[in-house]
C-alpha cells in the first residue's frame, strides 16, 4: 500500500491556489495538499519575525501530514522566511526534506522578458520592504534596473470580491501611474503576489502597450517541474493519485467560496486549528 506523500503547497490565504491551479496543470499525476492561513492573513504587513514564525509552524505541520516537499506559493512568506527555514530549521528537522519558494524562480528568468533592461514589481508591503527581488535579480541579471511599488490595497480588494469592480480602478490605476512615470522606461512588470493574476484584466486596461505583464503561477509550475526532474530520489518519494486536499485555519465555507474563484473549480476543504492566532 502506498503511503501518502503529498507536495506540500502553502499560503497565507487564497493567493497561492493561482499557483497551485498552475502546477496542478503542468504536474497532474502528484498529491497535493493545500494549506490557506487566513486566521492570521494577511502576512504583508507583519514583521519578517512573525512571518517566519508564522511560516515554519505551517510548515512543520505539513510535514506532520507526510509532505516531503513544500512549496511556499506565498511572496510575504517567501521573502521574509524562506532562506531561515531552509538554512536554519531543515537541518534539524529533516535535511532530506525542501521547502521552495516563488521567488527565486521568477528572478531566474524575468530578464528575458526586458529588452530595456529595466523591470517592475509590483508586491506588497512586506514583499517590497524585504528587497528580496531586487537582490535575486541583481545575482541572475546584474545589468537590469529594478523598480518596486508597493500595492497594499490590492489585496483586500481581490479578498473582498471588489477586483472586477469600479472602485478597484482608482487603486490600480494609482500605482501603475506613480510606478512607470516614474519610470517610464519599464517594459516588463512582474506581478509578485499571488493574488495579483485576479486583477490583470483591471490592470492592462491601465498599462501602455509594449508592457509585459508576468505572472507567477506558470513559471513556479514549470520550475516545480525541472526541480522534480533533477532530483528524482525526492521526486520518487512524492505519491501520484492526482489527489487534492485543501485546508484552511479560518471559516471553511468562506474560504471554498473565494477559492473557487482563485483555483478555477469548485474546492471543499476541512478546518485546521493550528492552536495559536
Not at 497561492?16 to 504587513?45: F, S
Not at 507567477?216 to 493519485?241: D, M, N, P, T
Request: one cysteine or more; a neutral charge.
Amino acid at each position: 500500500m502506498q503511503v501518502n506523500k503529498p507536495i506540500g503547497v502553502f499560503d497565507s490565504g487564497y493567493g497561492g491556489l493561482t499557483v497551485l491551479k498552475e502546477i496542478v496543470k503542468e504536474l497532474p499525476q502528484y498529491d497535493y495538499l493545500y494549506m490557506g492561513d487566513n486566521a492570521r492573513a494577511p502576512y504583508g504587513p507583519r514583521s519578517f519575525d512573525t512571518v517566519y514564525h508564522y511560516t515554519l509552524e505551517c510548515v512543520q505541520w505539513f510535514f506532520s501530514q507526510g509532505c516531503e516537499l513544500v512549496v511556499l506559493a506565498c511572496n510575504t512568506a517567501s521573502a521574509k522566511a524562506l532562506r531561515t527555514i531552509q538554512q536554519k530549521d531543515l537541518p534539524h528537522i529533516d535535511p532530506r526534506k525542501r521547502v521552495l519558494g516563488v521567488i527565486r524562480p521568477t528572478t531566474e528568468i524575468i530578464g528575458q522578458y526586458s529588452k530595456t533592461g529595466q523591470v517592475g514589481i509590483l508586491g506588497t508591503t512586506g514583499t517590497v520592504q524585504s528587497g528580496s527581488y531586487p537582490i535575486e535579480i541583481a545575482k541572475f541579471f546584474p545589468q537590469v534596473q529594478v523598480y518596486q511599488e508597493a500595492c497594499p490595497m490590492w489585496v483586500p480588494l481581490i479578498e473582498n470580491n471588489e477586483y472586477d469592480k469600479p472602485g478597484a480602478d482608482y487603486y490600480v490605476k494609482q500605482h501603475l501611474y506613480h510606478l512607470l512615470s516614474a519610470h517610464p522606461g519599464i517594459d516588463t512588470l512582474l506581478l509578485a503576489c499571488t493574488h495579483y493574476p485576479l486583477l490583470l484584466d483591471k490592470i492592462r486596461e491601465y498599462v501602455p502597450e509594449g508592457i509585459t505583464i508576468v505572472s507567477q503561477g506558470e513559471i513556479v509550475a514549470k520550475s516545480l517541474a525541472e526541480y522534480l526532474k533533477k532530483h528524482k530520489e525526492l521526486a520518487g518519494l512524492c505519491s501520484k493519485k492526482g489527489q487534492i486536499s485543501f485546508y484552511t485555519t479560518d471559516s471553511v465555507t468562506d474560504f471554498d467560496s473565494h477559492a473557487t474563484l482563485f483555483f478555477g473549480q469548485q474546492v471543499a476543504s476541512k478546518h485546521l486549528d493550528l492552536g495559536t492566532k
